[in-house]
């Protein structure tokens, strides 16, 4: 017997293409201009230190959200849908296969990270000495972290906030849609990350204001632009292959911790390039092993896929 949730998308598709599209546009700039809401729309005064604008933001991402969720359920009619479960099962929120959706996709992005993995253990030891004074450096060190990292607002912002706020509206939502619009799996893949990109081109004009030039500003958000395209083809297809939203939003928080992958670090005499390009074969070897619909989701109706594609007419 398939799942609900795998009816609800196996069926005939209950919105048009075009709506699909324009609702995950709409979502897109919602997102966004819902940020500015608090001084723009409610009249708030300027915000007095980073906690408070970054707290305002907070919310409104919280918002957004909640009104993509809304919005996502209305145009697929999940609720139709008698067990809460299934409802969230559309979006990928689910409880089951847990340890899978954790490990698996954190195992497989770190393979990217390995010329980082190698530069910084390398710069570890060479600026630490040996003995127990490492022990209870690291050990200090650790505590010294945990300790800043509870207090400090941006560490809340990029890896609670953004990781989850994102991946609900763009992956959750959007994919979904994308799916009952009757778009195909890889169209979906490539298509779905230029609503993620327009999301971030509000840093162009902040930058601006803030004093950067036209062209410094411009680089700097082609280059952010660049990488949330690639991350986002990444999560997307994290979503389709897996169905739960877990395996996304673990390869953000990884990945907002790590940045961009080291290429290479003059200091590892070539060994962080070497990490790097066996880590990235590794990658692509294991990615759809790693992501295989069977190993996240029992099988029904002799159809492995979350969303019931395979079973489409």
Not at 12 to 28: E, F, L, N, Y
Not at 71 to 82: D, F, G, P, V
Request: aromatic share 14%; proline share 5%; glycine share 6%.
């Amino acid at each position: 017997m398939a799942t609900p949730a795998g009816l609800l998308l196996a069926s005939p598709p209950v919105i048009s293409g075009v709506a699909a599209v324009a609702a995950c546009a709409a979502m897109a700039v919602f997102y966004v201009a819902v940020l500015y809401a608090p001084t723009v729309i409610l009249r708030f005064p300027p915000p007095t230190s980073l906690h408070t604008f970054f707290h305002r933001r907070f919310a409104c991402a919280a918002v957004a959200s909640a009104a993509s969720v809304l919005a996502t359920a209305s145009l697929l009619r999940i609720w139709s849908l008698s067990d809460f479960a299934d409802m969230f099962a559309v979006f990928g929120i689910r409880k089951d296969h847990l340890i899978q959706a954790v490990a698996i996709p954190l195992l497989l992005t770190s393979l990217v990270y390995a010329g980082s993995f190698v530069a910084r253990v390398w710069l570890l030891v060479s600026s630490w000495g040996g003995g127990d004074e490492v022990e209870i450096g690291c050990a200090q060190r650790l505590a010294q972290w945990i300790q800043a990292a509870v207090a400090d607002v941006m560490v809340w912002r990029n890896y609670v906030v953004a990781p989850f706020t994102e991946e609900l509206v763009f992956r959750a939502c959007m994919i979904p849609l994308l799916l009952c619009g009757g778009f195909k799996m890889s169209t979906i893949i490539f298509l779905s990350p230029i609503f993620f990109s327009l999301a971030h081109l509000n840093h162009f004009f902040e930058l601006h204001q803030q004093g950067c030039n036209f062209m410094r500003a411009l680089l700097i958000v082609g280059v952010q632009l660049g990488y949330t395209v690639i991350f986002g083809w990444y999560a997307t297809f994290l979503l389709i292959r897996t169905g739960n939203l877990l395996c996304p939003i673990t390869a953000h928080v990884f990945c907002n911790m790590m940045g961009l992958p080291v290429f290479s670090s003059p200091r590892t005499k070539g060994a962080a390039l070497v990490a790097f390009l066996a880590g990235s074969i590794a990658f692509f070897w294991l990615l759809f092993p790693a992501t295989s619909p069977e190993l996240y989701n029992s099988s029904f109706d002799r159809c492995s896929c979350w969303h019931g594609f395979c079973n489409w007419k």
